[in-house]
């Protein structure tokens, strides 16, 4: 082949090959909100409102590393309610929300990336409390806590039971242990992690009735070259041990 038809061809393939990545608008950033969901994320100094290096937990750390890797900016924020913040990611674009429990009823809503960790969805009791329950029909006689906006109320809404809903899901094992509710339903281990911190120990299982998986959830609006990319990171960071390494650090 001639030098010229050399020159030719590989100006042909530099012409047809796609970019490395799509380019995004400048100054582009995704505005990243969670909440205090220990160990998922939490605020090192447990309060209800923290910013960027002052929050902490599995899932935190997982997508600090995700965003970097996918060379895409963001600012993160820990606010208070979860209500409040779910709402904000589904009406603002470019907003994303985590950890953020995957379900049928939430997947036409936003854009996912993950999973980042997995969880259980359990009823527990008060400690030395003898309730059993073996259906989530029969907790339908009970008062059942549960937080407000969370997949596990939503999901227990969704099966026409009316579940108690507290702004804050540790509420609910107060209430439980002072005999205002029968059963909390909540997320393990964040609920026996955050009842722990409170001096709440001995909760019993009477019933775990799903197994669930934590995602960042974005903005319906969110470029799909954003996701991918950040699909793309995860995945990489999953294969070479980087999840299973922070997840361990934590449990």
């Known amino acids: 082949m001639s030098k010229w038809l050399q020159m030719f061809f590989l100006a042909g393939l530099a012409f047809v090959a796609p970019a490395a990545h799509a380019e995004l608008p400048e100054g582009y950033r995704v505005v990243l909100l969670t909440e205090n969901f220990p160990p998922f994320n939490m605020a090192v100094d447990d309060k209800n409102f923290a910013r960027d290096d002052s929050i902490d937990g599995i899932s935190a750390d997982i997508v600090r590393e995700v965003f970097k ?19 904000l990611t589904l009406e603002k674009p470019d907003y994303a929300l985590f950890s953020t429990t995957y379900t049928e009823e939430r997947k036409p809503l936003f854009k996912w990336v993950g999973p980042l ?46 579940p108690v809903n507290a702004l804050r899901d540790l509420e609910n094992a107060r209430k439980l242990v002072k005999g205002e509710i029968d059963l909390w339903a909540t997320t393990d281990p964040v609920g026996r992690f955050l009842a722990k911190q409170d001096g709440i120990s001995g909760l019993q299982t009477v019933l775990r009735f799903n197994d669930a998986q934590l995602y960042l959830a974005l903005n319906k609006d969110t470029p799909d070259e954003v996701v991918e990319r950040l699909q793309k990171a995860l995945d990489e960071l999953r294969a070479e041990g980087f999840v299973d390494e922070i997840t361990n650090g934590y449990l």
């Open 117 to 162: 960790a997995k969880t259980s969805w359990v009823l527990l009791s008060a400690p030395g409390n003898n309730l059993r329950v073996n259906s989530l029909e029969e907790a339908g006689k009970y008062r059942v806590g549960a937080y407000r906006n969370d997949a596990v109320s939503q999901h227990l809404e969704s099966l026409g039971l009316k």
């Open 69 to 87: 890797r996918a060379g895409i900016d963001y600012n993160l924020t820990l606010r208070f309610p979860w209500d409040r913040i779910y709402r």
